[in-house]
């Protein structure tokens, strides 16, 4: 029978000279070697062992060449919105057409895209009797976007110019979507 480390340090060294990866090798000495019966369970395992803690050590070096070429750059563009009040007026209709014409010629369509970019169900505005959803969701905007005011004033406004609301609200959401902060990453590779 073969000493154990004679036989570990042979197949180490078949292993290293081969051009196969190490498993094509290991199951050619494997195959070699039980036909003669001298590859036991301990020699196995270490060579197993070697395996291994080579492949990890090979994995480590290689990120940290990858680490050491390349760079990653940060861009953070932040642009801010006045907090406290809403960005464009109940009658600034003219400051964004394309809202205006939207709630003009399909007015339920402007309220589903409405809720639904605020991240509510998109069929919300068809459940309104009484203005309750329109209420609602004009006060979750004031809360989430720290504008003042008061159940009152949103439930009067909806009441007096309810389209205009609607208008207002669609158009804050953009602002505010358009506003938000920018992270953008760039790695590059030397």
Known sequence: ????????????YNCNLSNSPPEVTLITLFNRNIEDSYLDLFVFSNFMDWILKSSYWSLLAFDSVMAAHSQTTTVVTTQLVSSGTW?????DCCSDMGTCCCALWCFPCMQCQTVSQFGWCFCMPLLDCCMVVSCCLRQKMREQYNIHGSCCDDFCTLCFCYPCAWCQMSREIKMRARSGTVVTQQITHS
Do not use: A, K, R, V
């Open 87 to 91: 960005t464009t007026g109940i009658c």
């Open 1 to 12: 029978m073969i000493s154990h480390p004679t036989t570990c340090q042979s197949l180490m």
